[in-house]
Nanobody, 126 residues
Framework: QVQLVESGGGLVQAGGALRLSCAAS????????MGWFRQAPGKEREFVAG????????DYRDSVKGRFTISRDNAKNTVYLEMTSLKPEDSAVYYC???????????????????WGQGTQVTVSP
């Protein structure tokens, strides 16, 4: 099972940008579809973005389309989430997750993932 460690969170003003990273270890990274999820206080964990093992297929929740970009570097065993035009409602703990399959029909389904990172806090001030 792959192990995941997120980094890159922090405090940013509305309209700003952050890049989250998720470093993976333990297995062949390119065999895993990856996802980013977030959870705000008092709310359920929600899907943000997903990417296939090759990086050729991506998916986003509607509210982040055009602002967030998911990508991966399989040589570095790392998946990224580039976030721009951040809004206060983007504030949450962001988690990366790994699914033991090359591609997912539904990246948003948490049941597809068998490994999760510890999370990194993103706070967007008004």
């Amino acid at each position: 099972q792959v192990q995941l460690v997120e980094s890159g969170g922090g405090l940013v003003q509305a309209g700003g940008a952050l890049r989250l990273s998720c470093a993976a270890s333990g297995r062949t990274f390119s065999n895993y579809a990856m996802g980013w999820f977030r959870q705000a206080p008092g709310k359920e964990r929600e899907f943000v973005a997903g990417i296939s093992g090759s990086g050729g297929d991506t998916d986003y929740r509607d509210s982040v389309k055009g602002r967030f970009t998911i990508s991966r570097d399989n040589a570095k065993n790392t998946v990224y989430l580039e976030m721009t035009s951040l809004k206060p409602e983007d504030s949450a703990v962001y988690y990366c997750a790994a699914a033991p399959t090359f591609w997912l029909r539904y990246y948003s389904d948490t049941a597809n993932y068998n490994a999760w990172g510890q999370g990194t806090q993103v706070t967007v001030s008004p």
